[in-house]
């Protein structure tokens, strides 16, 4: 099946500092969502972007379906950024979404 | 926005009893559900597929027999744990997709189960 891996694992900033987490995943896709899950498990969707770029306030993502990969970004970091990112997707052979392993953020004020 | 409920948020039971966690699509019809396990700090792992009307399919390693889902209606899925044991104590999610092309539309999780087995 399809491989999903995240980068980095863990990453600690200061508040204001941006970041991008990436994910790569080893075959095409159908779908591709980002999601943050908070501190109290809670998953929020951020992006559904099986391909291109979209934007919405400081978050952004890119996914370059021909490379497989796609990134997540981040500006101007707040706390209540920090929780885990998760990269999803569905491969286009299979129906089921598989989920990558995320990345740990933790915002220090 | 699409909305996916979930209940209970929490749930404590004793090694042996039973435990139905219940997955509702509030604004729209699911035709398909799935049922994630998350162990601490750990990422989701699927665990089952259901679609509505027609059994569930289960990944590999999961128990059919001790992880029972039901999908009776496009709006309601159940996973019922039968005889928990401590080692099922973990964090259970539902997530649901709609529309006639289920496996390229967004996917729409409920808030999750905690579930701890004294």
């Known amino acids: 099946g399809i491989q999903v891996e995240q980068s980095p694992p863990d990453l600690i900033l200061q508040e204001g500092a941006n970041s991008t987490l990436r994910c790569n995943f080893s075959?095409?896709?159908?779908?591709l969502q980002w999601f943050h899950q908070n501190p109290w498990g809670q998953l929020i969707n951020l992006f559904y972007i099986p391909s291109g770029t979209k934007q919405n306030g400081r978050l952004s993502a890119t996914t370059v379906a021909t490379e497989r990969y796609s990134l997540l970004y981040i500006s101007s970091s707040q706390t209540t950024d920090s929780g885990v990112y998760f990269c999803a997707v569905v491969g286009s052979s299979a129906s089921k979404i598989i989920f990558g392993s995320g990345t740990r953020l933790s915002i220090r004020p | 926005g699409a909305v996916v409920s979930q209940h209970p948020s929490r749930v404590i039971c004793k090694s042996g009893t039973s435990v139905k966690i219940e997955c509702r699509s509030l604004d729209f019809q699911a035709t398909t559900m799935f049922w994630y396990r998350q162990f601490p700090k750990q990422s989701l792992m699927l665990m089952a597929t259901s679609n509505e009307g027609s059994k569930a399919t289960y990944e590999q390693g999961v128990e059919k027999d001790k992880f029972l889902i039901n999908h009776a209606s496009l709006t309601l899925s159940t996973l019922t744990v039968t005889s928990a044991h401590p080692e099922d104590s973990s964090f259970y999610i539902c997530?649901?997709?709609?529309?006639?092309?289920?496996?390229?539309?967004?996917?729409?999780f409920g808030n999750g189960t905690r579930l701890t087995v004294t």
């Open positions: 997530s649901a997709q709609g529309g006639t092309s289920s496996y390229n539309s967004p996917l729409h």
């Open positions: 075959d095409s896709v159908n779908n």
